[in-house]
């Protein structure tokens, strides 16, 4: 990969205007460029070195040591346990094991049901205040821009009163009859309670019997909690503004010509989007997928300030059992370990995602870096 | 309709066009009414929670619990902020996060466009790796970092310290990322003019380039500000002591109701609503910028 990368860097100084190559002998009045280089760079890669390739090292060797939080990680006392900590997290039929399995499945909900809601709104907002005729589009855009821009702490505050028993969300429900939920103490799966609606209240057996790290089959298929559906809302209000920017930009780069000529043809306005545009934003929609799906694993400051996992460990995911069993349980080993399992969950969802746009690998890998700016303000 | 498309010159077509529209005027009507609803709704669902936030920070409790959808409390009062500001760490919070805040966004506009300028424009041996590097750590997601950075911290002797709290965060990937494609984007005969003049690189760097790297600083400052503004993982991670906590950390606490039995939604409402307003500022700010995408600092 890093000589794909070289290679693209080389080729894209180029049309920069630079016509030397790469290398040049030093001296006249280009001397001690390397110098300069290496000293203007310097700052990024000690800071960068120091606080993310020294910390990864050292954390591989506590997720493969007994180290309890006293003194030095590398002090005589602290032992190799080989793959202990990963093993006692992915199997073992512990406690251990079963808080992993719940957090996975809490998560992998969450994740299911946010990409594709957060995509699809934030494709609506784009397409609704791109149009030429709308008066108010400067309005419009700030007000589905905003929430992106606020903090996550100060949202998951305003949540927990707008969700709370007595909160707006039910005094709404009500207007329509809907006795709501105290959604963040509800644990119950959305899932199980459609099913239970349904009259069914047990699952059949086989589910039952059997199950993955420690959760039975019956309940990976449960849904999330009711305390996680309030935060998945929360997720689509905050992120559907930025990916709704990436759109528009996508939106704006489109020829109008295909637009007129499908329209002399009669093409319906649902036909144009469906078969036109759609597959012209096809770049910008990965992106979206792509940095939703990463996001979404990395589910953490709402958590720690909303719910810390309750209720009934129903809101608890790998980043939030990650901290606290290094923090609150001193389980450093297991809470390195599974900061380790979600990194490679991370990376195998991209891995997936650039397999999918395999076909344009190299300009899309170029755009997604160009849409970078606006994809992580948030 | 088809067969005058077929008989075909330009002009033909463009009436056809135009009978096209004024047939459909009447429906065109009815679709943009329908556009404008639909937009209102979703405005006020995104609007009014945040309406909420402000005017229940002026509500007493159980105004706020018995009303939790209106918007004029029923009597106004500040005791929220009075205890804000007077009867907890609040000024504390927001002085640290005030630190924590201008330290990062100076350092990441320094650091950031350094880096990105001599990946861009100075030719040394191991560029190529330096910026693959570069590209590979904005693959590595925060979250996994936790446990790593207090380990650094820790055997390094910076926990619970504001070094500890800054440093980390000080450079970012992405923002180098950004004046790289920003300086490769500027024609080089400007610096090639002041090169032979006698200009060191350094020189060269600070007032010929930079002066001219307005924009993509532009989006630095902002991405940073919101981002050390809203930080909160970081500071978990990095700090204990309560001289030390920022807003994020601190409002987090009031939020998980450590202090107290009652809910105090106006308290922690008023506290959420302060500690957006400096983003919300800048937002409102550089609004222009960020919302009008088709005008990036890092066109091509």
Do not use: C
């Not at chain 1, 007994?66 to 793959?83: E, L, Q, R, T």
């Not at chain 1, 499908?262 to 319906?268: E, K, P, Q, Y």
């Not at chain 2, 910076?158 to 450079?171: C, E, F, N, Q, R």
Request: hydrophobic letters at 50%; aromatic letters at 12%; a positive charge.
């Amino acid at each position: 990969m890093s000589t794909l990368l070289e290679s693209t860097v080389i080729e894209s100084t180029q049309p920069g205007g630079t016509p030397r190559g790469p290398r040049r002998p030093r001296g006249g009045i280009r001397g001690g460029e390397s110098a300069s280089g290496w000293l203007f760079t310097a700052p990024t890669i000690l800071l960068l070195g120091l606080f993310l390739l020294v910390p990864i090292l050292m954390a591989l060797w506590v997720s493969v040591s007994d180290w309890s939080g006293n003194g030095s990680p590398f002090s005589a006392g602290v032992h190799f346990v080989g793959a202990q900590n990963f093993g006692s997290v992915l199997s073992g039929g512990g406690l251990t094991e079963e808080n992993f399995g719940i957090s996975l499945k809490n998560n992998l909900w969450y994740v299911i049901l946010v990409v594709p809601a957060q995509t699809v709104v934030a494709l609506f907002l784009a397409v609704m205040v791109n149009r030429q005729i709308l008066k108010g589009r400067g309005f419009f855009r700030t007000a589905f821009y905003f929430p992106s821009v606020t903090s996550s702490v100060a949202i998951t505050v305003l949540w927990l009163f707008l969700f709370s028993q007595s909160g707006a969300i039910n005094n709404v429900l009500s207007w329509l009859g809907v006795n709501g939920p105290n959604w963040f103490q509800e644990p119950s799966g959305i899932v199980q309670d459609a099913l239970a609606g349904l009259g069914i209240r047990q699952g059949p057996s086989a589910l039952t019997g059997g199950g993955f790290l420690g959760v039975s089959w019956w309940d990976w298929i449960g849904g999330p909690s009711v305390a996680m559906t309030a935060l998945i809302f929360m997720a689509i209000f905050t992120t559907s503004g930025t990916f709704m920017l990436l759109f528009i930009a996508a939106l704006q780069n489109l020829s109008g010509e295909v637009q007129e000529a499908a329209m002399v043809d009669g093409a319906s306005g649902w036909q144009r989007f469906r078969f036109i545009t759609l597959p012209q934003l096809r770049p910008t929609l990965f992106t979206v997928l792509t940095l939703g799906l990463i996001g979404g694993w990395q589910i953490f400051d709402q958590i720690y300030t909303g719910t810390q996992g309750g209720p009934a460990k129903t809101t608890t995911v790998p980043a939030y059992l990650s901290y606290t069993s290094a923090f609150h349980d001193q389980n450093w080993g297991q809470g390195a370990a599974i900061g380790f399992i979600l990194f490679v969950i991370i990376i195998v969802f991209t891995i997936l995602q650039r397999f999918a746009l395999r076909d344009r690998a190299v300009s899309k890998r170029r755009m997604r870096l160009y849409t970078i700016e606006t994809g992580g303000r948030r | 309709m088809s067969v005058a498309v077929k008989a075909g010159s330009p002009a033909e077509l463009k009436q056809v066009v135009y009978k096209h529209r004024e047939k459909l005027t009447r429906k065109q009507l009815a679709t943009r009414s329908l556009l404008y609803a639909v937009l209102l709704i979703i405005a006020v669902i995104y609007v009014y929670p945040f309406l909420i936030e402000i005017f229940t920070s002026f509500k007493t409790e159980s105004d706020a619990t018995a009303d939790p959808i209106g918007l004029i409390p029923t009597t106004w009062t500040t005791a929220a902020y009075q205890q804000l500001f007077v009867n907890s760490d609040f000024p504390v919070w927001f002085k640290n996060s005030a630190i924590v805040t201008v330290f990062v966004t100076t350092g990441r506009v320094f650091f950031d466009s350094l880096a990105g300028y001599a990946l861009a424009r100075i030719h040394f041996r191991g560029r190529g790796f330096v910026f693959a590097a570069v590209v590979a750590v904005m693959a590595v997601p925060s979250v996994v970092l936790l446990i790593p950075k207090f380990l650094v911290l820790n055997t390094i002797g910076l926990y619970d310290s504001y070094a500890g709290m800054i440093l980390p965060i000080l450079v970012d990937a992405a923002g180098v990322f950004i004046m790289k494609g920003f300086f490769e984007s500027i024609p080089a005969s400007v610096e090639e003019q002041a090169r032979i003049d006698g200009a060191g690189t350094f020189r060269l760097f600070w007032s010929v380039v930079l002066p001219m790297a307005r924009p993509a600083l532009i989006t630095i400052i902002i991405l940073s500000f919101q981002g050390s503004w809203n930080e909160l993982s970081q500071f978990i991670i990095s700090s204990q002591s309560p001289n030390l906590t920022t807003l994020t950390k601190g409002v987090a606490s009031l939020a998980s109701g450590q202090v107290g039995s009652a809910n105090r939604y106006p308290l922690k409402l008023a506290a959420a609503l302060l500690m957006t307003i400096p983003v919300a500022a800048m937002f409102f700010i550089f609004q222009s910028k960020i919302l009008n995408t088709s005008d990036g600092a890092v066109k091509e």
